[in-house]
């Protein structure tokens, strides 16, 4: 590319992947993260010349972006609630929607942030749910199920490299845990296998299937949680679960039918999407 610099490279690159079709602020974004700027970072820098080995870096990232490769796995974290979470092709990316799913659990709960609550991420992936969640109410007993080995390595690289204090256990929904719940929060697989169609290639290609796609038009999971919640939630506690902005009034039917004296909420998220159910 010769002696250009940050603004000339990025532009270029940006171009390129959008004249192909993809997104054009991936390089930027990806870019931002090998180098630790900020935005201000890269106001101060992008009229200075670009070393040639950044030129390559920024060369080889591009033919990854071509292929959908995830900028996330690139770099190898995602920021989750202002943290920052390894990520790579056993776990899932962690979500915004999942983040406010997170936020409302924590609004819902304000009242409830001192006491030593037992709470429950089922399908945890990265573990930025049971981690966030212990870093925000440190005197919460917070376990993370996942029926993954690999992702649950990753979950517990986080915690500890986060300094969270979080159970991790191997296992099927609520299949490891013994005593009562107080908060159940889960964003299990719940994508069919008809909506193969309609998803990202990116997500088709490299992210795990295990942690997307479900069985029963992608409410196995749900109907397995409300089963073995109807016996292990405690008499006051909660359930928060993400669900597919399509799934709202079938999941509520099956938690209506565990928890028949219980209200049940659902919310949407910032796009207008009713992502979130609340079981109380």
Known sequence: MGNKTYQEVLSWASSFLEDRGKEGYAIFY??????????????????????QNEQLQVENDLNYLLDDYPPQYLLGYEEFYGRSFKV????????????????????????????????????????AIATTLKLERPNWQIDAVDISKEALEIAQANSSSLGADV???????????????????????????EEWGIMDESVRRFEPSLALFAENNGLANYQKIAQQAQKKLAKQGKIFLE??????????????????????????????????????
């Open 88 to 127: 790579n092709a056993a776990t899932l990316i962690p979500r915004p929607e999942t983040e406010e799913l997170v936020q409302w659990c924590l609004q819902k709960t304000e009242k409830q942030k001192n006491e030593k609550l037992h709470v429950v991420d089922v399908g945890t992936g990265t573990g």
């Open 30 to 51: 990806v870019f931002l993260g090998r180098k630790k700027w900020t935005k201000t970072d890269w106001l101060l820098h992008m009229q200075e010349m670009m070393p």
């Open 243 to 280: 669900i597919g902005f399509n799934q709202g009034e079938a999941v509520e039917q099956i938690f209506q039918k565990e928890f028949p004296d219980r209200e049940i909420q659902r919310r949407k998220d910032l796009a207008g999407q009713e992502r979130m159910l609340l079981v109380h």
């Open 167 to 193: 159970d991790f256990y191997l296992g099927n929904t609520l299949g490891p845990i013994s005593s009562p719940i107080d908060i159940l929060i889960a964003n299990p697989p719940y994508i069919s296998q």
